[in-house]
């Protein structure tokens, strides 16, 4: 079974620190774009920070210089340093991934979406 689980959430004071962590997992022959969404309850969920099979990143811009999304391609895993938290900042965080994986002898690509960690940072 294909699927992204994430960790690392919690509850952190302001001006803390936390790293989120989200692997990939089942037979997976190809990740491409990876990212980090969040969403607080009424709101749309929100694009965070984005990476590419190549490298390339971009952020929101209320986290930019704060938050640094990387991956481990040897580990099917993408991260996200966050730093310098702010209450504002308290929301579910979501990974998502767009996937390549065996079925059988057939090959699929498809959007995923991780279960959700939650993020509190206290003032």
């Known amino acids: 079974q294909v699927q992204l689980v994430e960790s690392g959430g919690g509850l952190v004071q302001a001006g803390g620190s936390l790293r989120l962590s989200c692997a990939a997992s089942?037979?997976?022959?190809?990740?491409?774009?990876m990212g980090w969404y969040r969403q607080v309850p009424g709101k749309q969920r929100e694009l965070v920070a984005g990476?590419?099979?190549?490298?390339?990143?971009n952020y929101a811009d209320s986290v930019k210089g704060r938050f640094t999304i990387s991956r481990d391609n040897a580990k099917n895993t993408v991260y996200l340093q966050m730093k310098s938290l702010k209450p504002e900042d308290t929301a579910v965080y979501y990974c998502?991934?767009?996937?390549?994986?065996?079925?059988?002898?057939?090959?699929?690509?498809?959007?995923?979406w991780g279960q959700g960690t939650q993020v509190t940072v206290s003032s």
């Open positions: 990476i590419t099979s190549g490298g390339s990143t």
């Open positions: 998502n991934a767009d996937l390549g994986y065996y079925s059988g002898s057939n090959r699929f690509l498809k959007n995923y």
């Open positions: 089942g037979s997976i022959f190809s990740i491409n774009a």
